[in-house]
């Protein structure tokens, strides 16, 4: 029997990066042996890490990194108007990520300890969607590629891409893992979305939420947990906040 032929329109496809370290656009080179059948999804048309040609008209947008100078806005505003379809891709898009961290100080501050003497402009970190309609978020810190490989191949076909509802617990007990909290750590693995095959865990390092809130979490059942076992209020506020995923959640 002959294997069947599909046929598919490749994605008109451009990635950009804003404030952030790359490492979720690096990913689209990860898993080599899946690499050539994912990229013959994709009509790249702008993507700076592969390729100098620069072409405006895509239709699918990847948009990773936050938003922390006023051209940033200038330029995300742009791609929202060209993009038929706009993905928030990773963690610091998502949620402003890691790089939230600076809006615990002054903006003055920050530039008088990163950029002595020069004349910086910086904003207080955004995540995209406080500027522009995002029609789909894939958080991660990095994002995990397998992840991206099934959300592409559901934007190719035109069936629904989700991400799991569950919480990084399910994948943490699947791989049999003792639990963090058993061994006096604090772990968001409860109230975090999966995704990432509790890779944190797996590696004994307690999960500090990079992939936001799952669905329909039962955030006081947590906070009384952390209470029961004792564990340090501060410590818990810290791992929170990392992200800037848990905004939705404050913890007095
Ligand atoms: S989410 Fe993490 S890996 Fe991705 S760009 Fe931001 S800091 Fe880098
Ligand atoms: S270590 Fe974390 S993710 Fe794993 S079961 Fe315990 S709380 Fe859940
Ligand atoms: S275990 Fe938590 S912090 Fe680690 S990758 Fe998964 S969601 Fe992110």
């Given at each position: 029997?002959?294997?069947?032929?599909?046929?598919?329109?490749?994605?008109?496809?451009?990635?950009?990066?804003?404030?952030?370290?790359?490492?979720?656009?690096?990913?689209?080179?990860?898993?080599?042996?899946?690499?050539?059948?994912?990229?013959?999804?994709?009509?790249?048309?702008?993507?700076?890490?592969?390729?100098?040609?620069?072409?405006?008209?895509?239709?699918?947008?990847?948009?990773?990194?936050s938003i922390?100078?006023?051209?940033?806005i200038?330029?995300l505003?742009?791609?929202?108007?060209?993009?038929?379809?706009?993905?928030a891709?990773?963690?610091?898009a998502?949620f402003g990520?890691?790089?939230?961290?600076?809006?615990?100080?002054?903006?003055?501050?920050?530039?008088?300890?990163?950029?002595?003497?020069?004349?910086?402009?910086?904003?207080p970190i955004r995540k995209i969607s406080d500027f522009v309609?995002v029609?789909?978020?894939?958080?991660?810190?990095?994002?995990?590629?397998?992840?991206?490989?099934?959300?592409?191949?559901?934007?190719?076909?035109?069936?629904?891409?989700?991400?799991?509802?569950?919480?990084?617990?399910?994948?943490?007990?699947?791989?049999?893992?003792?639990?963090?909290?058993?061994?006096?750590?604090?772990?968001?693995?409860?109230?975090?979305?999966?995704?990432?095959?509790?890779?944190?865990?797996?590696?004994?390092?307690?999960?500090?939420?990079?992939?936001?809130?799952?669905?329909?979490?039962?955030?006081?059942?947590?906070?009384?947990?952390?209470?029961?076992?004792?564990?340090?209020?501060?410590?818990?506020?810290?791992?929170?906040?990392?992200?800037?995923?848990?905004e939705?959640?404050?913890?007095?």
């Amino acid at each position: 029997m002959k294997n069947p032929v599909y046929t598919f329109e490749k994605l008109k496809f451009a990635s950009f990066e804003f404030t952030c370290c790359e490492g979720c656009q690096l990913q689209f080179a990860n898993r080599e042996a899946s690499l050539e059948a994912f990229f013959s999804l994709l009509d790249v048309r702008t993507f700076r890490e592969i390729s100098s040609e620069k072409h405006d008209d895509y239709d699918i947008a990847f948009v990773e990194g936050s938003i922390s100078r006023s051209d940033e806005i200038e330029r995300l505003l742009a791609i929202r108007r060209q993009a038929k379809t706009l993905v928030a891709f990773g963690t610091c898009a998502c949620f402003g990520g890691v790089n939230s961290l600076k809006n615990c100080h002054s903006m003055d501050e920050c530039i008088a300890e990163v950029y002595p003497g020069l004349p910086v402009e910086t904003l207080p970190i955004r995540k995209i969607s406080d500027f522009v309609k995002v029609d789909l978020s894939i958080p991660g810190c990095p994002v995990a590629k397998k992840e991206v490989e099934r959300i592409v191949v559901s934007l190719v076909t035109g069936s629904l891409a989700t991400l799991p509802k569950y919480p990084v617990c399910v994948e943490c007990k699947e791989q049999l893992n003792t639990c963090l909290f058993d061994l006096g750590e604090i772990c968001l693995g409860p109230i975090t979305r999966a995704g990432c095959d509790a890779v944190c865990t797996t590696g004994k390092t307690p999960c500090l939420g990079c992939r936001g809130p799952a669905d329909d979490i039962n955030f006081p059942a947590f906070l009384e947990l952390v209470g029961e076992r004792g564990l340090n209020r501060s410590d818990l506020k810290e791992k929170l906040g990392f992200y800037n995923a848990f905004e939705a959640y404050p913890c007095q």
